[in-house]
């Protein structure tokens, strides 16, 4: 059973590779914080973003319950950009080199302050790069990423989501997947359930196809981000580069609940007093165990 | 480890089709029945070799026509005096298939084939040896003598064993879809990859064969068929459908076959219950929402619902048959929680993770014990059992992945953030990760090979 003794020498080697790695972990910069709502908006009139507003232009209901905003902030808070790639089989040749490229322009954007992490999937999800504000040493694990197999989108994008929620920085993850999942152990439940918990923005892009990419559409709608679907691979260093500049101007508001449940699902509703504005965010989130 | 050594899936389809159609003259199919019989004499049993080759040769539509010969062979090896008609749909009445000289020929190739040549009335009035050739000769002493093979049987089995070689060792045979009439034996496939179907064609109808053939098996001369009475049937069955879930080429008309003979066969009853499991998986099911099929054509996968239905149906059966069969614990487990039959699912399972031999399938049943626990709330049992798993293989990313969102779940965010942790720091080359849940589909199949080399051994021998 060739295919088989040929897995199994894999296996073999694999457990040499391990303590090779041994150190990697150890490394690892995760840090934990404490939790607080945050809630990205976009405000457009008619498509463009207002500028300019402070926290008394806001309301936030928290389950209908009018909040008090503590903080506004827009462009000068750092991002965390998280790219999130698939590098299955179907991402070879001219779409791989597009999507390098595309990633490449998004790290070009990146300002003083800000950071970036690279995760890639095929049916192995791989942190090639954790989150840094060496861009450099971020585009050089681009440039050595491949791949192939099958597509764990969702387990790509939970550890996605989780490299955005180990730092306090306000997270951005750009997810490109040309295919639908094959292979990863989570759900898209367990997914969609982690989002709803995470004040990580997910925009989303996805190559058109006879199937609707259900799971990044519900993913993107439940983190206040948007979901791009794209006709062809030529437009993807222009589509990510849109992401990052849209998301440069959200505005950040955060307030502390008062008067609702610690526990379930919030319904939120974030609203700018000014006529002809319109409010892009999270629809609510998951607090509690 | 790669998830699976191909890239793409195939899957059989059926066919409903009218009989009907054109198909080549008739001297060039009794010449190229002629042409089968010499490869089944001269073929060495796992090789591909120059007989095998010419075979494999043959374009899809001829070996869909000689479907029906050696069809009307095996009728004609049992009663050679008898004529082989057919009832067009035009005219619905019947006409001989072969013209006499042919009909005659057909017969002729019956009778050495069935090693009867001078030993049956019609053969001996027919005088058949005197049109022997050497091939037709070494025919006769070898079904006369059956190599193993038993009773007539000789062209039965070396034939289908000549088949199964085709199928497993030569490349792929592929042609257009062409519209859903003819008689024969048909095959439409269709590749997967990356959860995208694609490449719809028409495949060579080498399973088809060798099924219709064993189909024919008998027990001694005098009896009718009983191919469910004959163990290097049953044999070829389990081992064939294991090497077909193996290797990514699935198709449950072998299945099912298997079953109609064998219905109370733990194997196929498991294998029959892991192809059904397999076609609810996303990646089958994502591909088919993208498949467009061409008139008269349907796909023998269905629903996810329906297919997890089938399968715990079938895997159950199979547990029933024998309770200690583990592995099929294990697969019923996991279908049940698809299902979110949490209570069964979590017996099952429990029982498969204490009876498994093997760190594989131990690993599984932890890992699935740890969704069922996580479905109903147990967290705490959950998170021991993915735990578990990930002792068994630390390089493993699922387990990590099921703890860092089990965390999350829970609110325990820097509980996530550690499993998360231990995920980035694995390495990033797939090739050296070890994660069997990236095989969970093949897994089942690991002994496909060993299985057809014993049903190889039975009929092992040098060209007559």
Redesign the interface.
Known sequence: MTRFHAAALVLFGAEIARGAHGGVAAQAPFKSRVEAVRVDALVTDHGRPIRGLGAADFEVFDEGVPQQVDLVSFEQIPLNVILTLDMSDSVAGERLDRLKDAGRSALATLEQGDQAALVTFSHAVAVRAPLSSDASAVRQALDEAAGAGETSLVDGVFTGMMIGESDAGRALQIVFSDGLDTSSWLTPAAVLDAAKRSDVVVYAVAVKSAVKPEFLRDLTSFSGGRLYELEKTADLSATFKAIIDEFRHRYLVSYTPRGVAKEGWHRLDVRVKRKGADVKARPGYLAGG | ?????V?SILIAAVLVVPLGGQSPAPIDRVARVERWLSAVVHHRIGTLDAAAMEVAAWPNAQLSVLWDDLNALTLLMRHPDQQIIWVPLQTRRPEPVYPKPQALRLMVLACASAGIAETDRACLKNDVTASFDNDLRMLERAAVDGRGAGADNFVLKYGALLETDIALLAPASVSSVTRASGGGAHRFRVEL????AMNPHQSAVHWEIARMLLDAVRSSRTEPPAPARDAMVREWYIATARWMQ??VHYDLTHLDRARALFPDDREILFLSGTQHAIYA???IQ?AL??L?LPPGYAMDAKADVAELRQARTLLRRAVEVDPSFAEARLRLGRVLALEGQFAEANRELTVAERSATDETNRYYAA?FLGAVHEATGRFDEARAAYERAGELF??A??PL??L??LA???????G???A????????????????P???YDIWHG?????RIDAVRRLFARESP
């Open positions: 480890m790669t998830r699976r050594g890239a990859t990356d959860g995208e193996f290797n998986t996303p990646r994502h929402k993208s467009v890992l630390p390089l990313q699922s992945a099921a860092a969102a999350r779940r829970r609110g325990d965010r820097p996530a953030l550690r998360m942790q231990e995920l980035v720091a694995l390495p990033p080359n797939p090739e050296l990760r070890k994660d849940w990236w095989i690991r002994d496909a090979d060993d």
